[in-house]
């Protein structure tokens, strides 16, 4: 819940904003930014992935290098973890923001019950994904009826949309 959904929040006009982060040393940060721009959010800890329970994820006090899979260099903990298919199924959301630092490839696929949604903004990450799986996932996205709004995408960030 960076800059990303800090923008996306100013501009929503109706719904209530759910943000989930699997980092706990961003919490206090995010409330208060959220605070500071005079917005309401519901904050729930948990990493987004392929799977529900807890899943091990690294930690820093520079957000830039916390993730999955950098145990080399940080400090690992443990968090819940929840599946995108629950959290779409209990929230209903209309928006998707997701920058889940190379996660998004696993949980955007054919399997996601995206009904609800209208509208995605993606981070892909490349560099840890590779090229192959984000194609995999945009055409999953495509197949669900989304298209890409190339005017307003800026790589890394994926903007898709669809109607009705």
Do not use: W
């Not at 208060?32 to 994820?57: K, Y």
Request: aromatic fraction near 4%.
């Amino acid at each position: 819940m960076g800059f990303i959904g800090l923008v996306c929040a100013k501009r929503l006009t109706t719904g209530q904003l759910i943000g989930v982060e699997a980092n706990p040393k961003l919490l206090p940060l995010i409330r208060e930014n959220f605070e500071l721009n005079q917005l309401e959010i519901e904050l729930v800890h948990a990493a987004v992935s392929d799977q529900s329970g807890t899943i091990e994820i690294c930690v820093s006090d520079d957000f830039r290098y916390s993730g999955v899979g950098l145990a080399d260099q940080q400090e690992v903990i443990s968090v819940p973890s929840t599946t995108l298919n629950e959290l779409l199924t209990r929230y209903r959301p209309t928006l998707l923001v997701l920058d889940i630092e190379g996660v998004e490839t696993n949980i955007l696929n054919r399997e996601s019950d995206l009904d609800s949604v209208r509208s995605i903004a993606v981070e892909v990450h490349a560099n840890l994904t590779g090229d192959p799986a984000i194609t995999q996932m945009l055409s999953a996205l495509f197949d669900k009826g989304f298209v890409m709004d190339t005017s307003a995408s800026r790589f890394p960030v994926v903007l898709l949309s669809r109607q009705g």
